[in-house]
C-alpha cells in the first residue's frame, strides 16, 4: 500500500511518468488519483515545483519502496485480520460439510481410471474360470466313461461265465436222479448268474459302444427266462421230493405197528398237501401237478384202506394195498420225469439260441 509521503511523490512527477510509476508500483495504469482539499492545502502548486529528471524519481521511488515502512491501509488491514484471527478461537475445519460431491467425483474418477484393467481382468478370470470348468467336467465325463467301459468289460465278462454254466444248470435242473447237494449248488449258481445279469442290465443304459440295445435287451431277456424258469424248477424239484416219500410199508404181522403207521401216514399226506399247495406254476409240468393232486387223494384213501386191513389181520389184502400205494406214488414219479425231460428238451433250445453278451 502506498502512504501520504508516496502520494506526495508522485504528485512532484509529471503526468507522462506518473503511469510508469504506478506500474512500478503494482496500480493499475487507468487509476486517478485525487486529492482532497484537507490533503494539499499546504502543498504548492504541483506547476511551482521544480521538475526532477525522471531517472532520479525512479531511484527515489525504488528508495522508497525498499523501505520497511507500513502504510496506514496496511496497518488497518492487519488489525483488522487480528480482530478475525480474535473472533474466531476455535477451528471451524471441524464443523466443515463433508463434500460429498467431490467424493463422488473421486470414485468415479477412480472407477474410471480403473476401468481400462478392471473390466479386462474380469473378463479374463470369467474366461479361466470357464475354461476350467469345461476341462474339469470334460475329465470328469471321460473318468467316468473309462470306468464304465472298465466295469463293462468285468461284468461281461462275468456275465459270459456264468451263462456258459448253463447247460450244466440245465442238466442238474432235470436230472431224474435228483441230489440235495447238486441241486443246492445249482440254486446258487442260478442266483449268481441273475445278480451279473441285473448288474449288466444297469450298467447297459450308459454304455455307448453297444448301437442296437433292443436287440441286446432281448436277448437278455431270453436268458433271465431261462434263468428263472430254472430257479422255478429246481424249487419244484425240492417241494416234489418231499410229496408221497414211503420208507416201509410193512404187511407182515410182526412187523406191523398200527399206531406208528398211522402217525407217519398222516404225516406224509399233511407234508405232501403243503408242498403241493406251493408247487410254482410251470408250463411243462402243468400235467404232473394235476396227477400229483390225483395222487394225494388216492393216497389218502389207499392209507385209510391199508390200515384198515392191518387192524383186521387181513394181511394179504394189506399187501395188495400197499402195492396200489406204491403204484401210485410210481405213476406220479412217472409223469414228473416225462416232464422234467420235455423242460429239458426246451431249455437246450432257448440256450442254443441266446448269444453272448456284449
Do not use: C
Amino acid at each position: 500500500m502506498m502512504n501520504i509521503r508516496d502520494y506526495f511523490l508522485i504528485n512532484k512527477t509529471k503526468n507522462t511518468n506518473k503511469i510508469k510509476i504506478l506500474d512500478l508500483l503494482g496500480f493499475e495504469a487507468d487509476i486517478a488519483i485525487n486529492t482532497s482539499e484537507y490533503q494539499i492545502e499546504n502543498i504548492e502548486e504541483s506547476d511551482n515545483l521544480e521538475q526532477q529528471s525522471f531517472d532520479e524519481l525512479i531511484s527515489n521511488t525504488e528508495e522508497i519502496i525498499s523501505t520497511p515502512v507500513q502504510s496506514t491501509i496496511e496497518t488497518y488491514l492487519n488489525s483488522d485480520q487480528n480482530t478475525n484471527d480474535h473472533s474466531q478461537a476455535t477451528s471451524t475445519d471441524t464443523f466443515n460439510p463433508m463434500k460429498i460431491t467431490s467424493q463422488i467425483q473421486k470414485v468415479w474418477s477412480d472407477l474410471e481410471s480403473r476401468r481400462k484393467w478392471v473390466f479386462p481382468t474380469f473378463i479374463g478370470v470369467v474366461l479361466v474360470v470357464v475354461i476350467s470348468i469345461s476341462i474339469s467336467s470334460f475329465l470328469n465325463y471321460r473318468n467316468v466313461q473309462t470306468e464304465i467301459a472298465e466295469d463293462a468289460i468285468v461284468v461281461t465278462s462275468n456275465s459270459n461265465e456264468l451263462i456258459d454254466l448253463l447247460p450244466t444248470l440245465i442238466e442238474i435242473s432235470t436230472n431224474t436222479f435228483y441230489s440235495k447237494y447238486d441241486v443246492s449248488n445249482a440254486s446258487a449258481n442260478l442266483q449268481q448268474i441273475e445278480s451279473s445279469l441285473i448288474e449288466y442290465r444297469t450298467n447297459l443304459d450308459s454304455r455307448t459302444d453297444i448301437l442296437d440295445k433292443n436287440e441286446v435287451i432281448a436277448n437278455l431277456n431270453d436268458i433271465f427266462l431261462l434263468v428263472n424258469e430254472l430257479d422255478l424248477v429246481i424249487t419244484y424239484r425240492i417241494l416234489i421230493s418231499e410229496i408221497l416219500i414211503y420208507t416201509e410199508l410193512p404187511v407182515k404181522e410182526e412187523n406191523v405197528n398200527i399206531d406208528t403207521l398211522t402217525t407217519e401216514l398222516s404225516s406224509i399226506i399233511a407234508q405232501s398237501k403243503v408242498n403241493y399247495s406251493n408247487l410254482p406254476e410251470i408250463a411243462e409240468f402243468d400235467n404232473h401237478k394235476n396227477l400229483v393232486e390225483v395222487a394225494l387223494v388216492t393216497a389218502e384213501d389207499l392209507h385209510g384202506r391199508y390200515l384198515a386191513a392191518l387192524r383186521n389181520n387181513e394181511y394179504d389184502v394189506a399187501e395188495s394195498i400197499s402195492s396200489a400205494i406204491l403204484l401210485n406214488k410210481s405213476t406220479e414219479v412217472r409223469a414228473f420225469e416225462n416232464s422234467l425231460t420235455n423242460f429239458n428238451q426246451k431249455s437246450l433250445n432257448i440256450y442254443n439260441n441266446l448269444a453272448d453278451l456284449p
